[in-house]
């Protein structure tokens, strides 16, 4: 089956560690992205990726860090410097970066310890 | 600014009656409209989408949307609810070439027996 794995589904997090979250996905797309959900907020984009080798940050990137080292996954990390990192992360990818539809992994919800 | 506005935070309606999910956008250029689905502590699922062409969209589980141009909007439609509707339900615009996405902040449709 195609589609987008997001792990773990919860994960907890310590002051000062550092997490990542995995996000992989078998679509062959190009284009891979990650936001954050708070309540009642929508989601708001962290970082993207067009093409393996590339990112950019979205809106809310402060505090986290991303590569894009192979076409199928792209990790997020969560810093000690993200102050408020508790919320719902989703991962999504399109086929490329132009115009497409976004299809979303199930997420990961990060709680702080 | 790309903006996209969802009246109402939550919308509650009866079994059977017709659901009406407001999204309002703002946007210089001729933009790719979206609605999807979140199930609690799920991802999101695309409902349906507007690209180009007729404006009245047809989507999955009986759910339409129409696309007027004039009235800046892509408002989210059912005939007749069921139980199983019962979700957050969210707007998302991708304004301009590049596939940044902009969602509204989301709607939680309640359906009573």
């Known amino acids: 089956d195609g589609g987008i794995t997001q792990s773990p589904k919860y994960l907890f997090r310590k002051e000062g560690q550092n997490v990542t979250l995995s996000c992989e996905q078998n679509?062959?797309?190009?284009?891979m992205y990650w936001y954050r959900q708070d309540p009642g907020q929508g989601l708001r984009l962290i970082y993207y990726?067009?093409?393996?080798?590339?990112?950019q940050k979205g809106d809310i990137a402060e505090g986290y860090s991303v590569s894009r080292e192979k076409k199928e996954s792209f990790p997020l990390t969560v810093t000690s410097a993200q102050k408020n990192p508790t919320a719902f992360y989703l991962c999504a990818s399109s086929i490329s970066a132009q115009k497409e539809t976004q299809y979303f992994g199930p997420g990961t919800r990060l709680l702080v310890l | 600014a790309q903006s996209v506005t969802q009246l109402g935070s939550h919308v509650s309606v009866s079994e059977g009656a017709l659901v009406l999910l407001r999204c309002n956008y703002s946007?210089?250029?001729?933009?790719?409209l979206f609605w999807y689905v979140q199930y609690p502590n799920q991802g999101l699922q695309l409902l349906l989408k507007y690209t180009t062409g007729a404006t009245l969209v047809k989507g999955i589980n009986g759910f339409e949307a129409e696309f007027k141009k004039s009235e800046t909007s892509f408002h989210l439609t059912k005939p007749s609810a069921h139980m199983s509707d019962a979700a957050e339900y969210f707007c998302?615009?991708?304004?301009?070439?590049?596939?940044?996405?902009?969602f509204g902040s989301g709607t939680k449709l309640n359906v009573k027996p």
């Open positions: 998302a615009v991708s304004p301009n070439n590049f596939n940044k996405f902009y």
């Open positions: 990726s067009q093409i393996v080798n590339d990112f």
């Open positions: 679509l062959n797309h190009d284009a």
């Open positions: 946007s210089s250029v001729p933009p790719y």
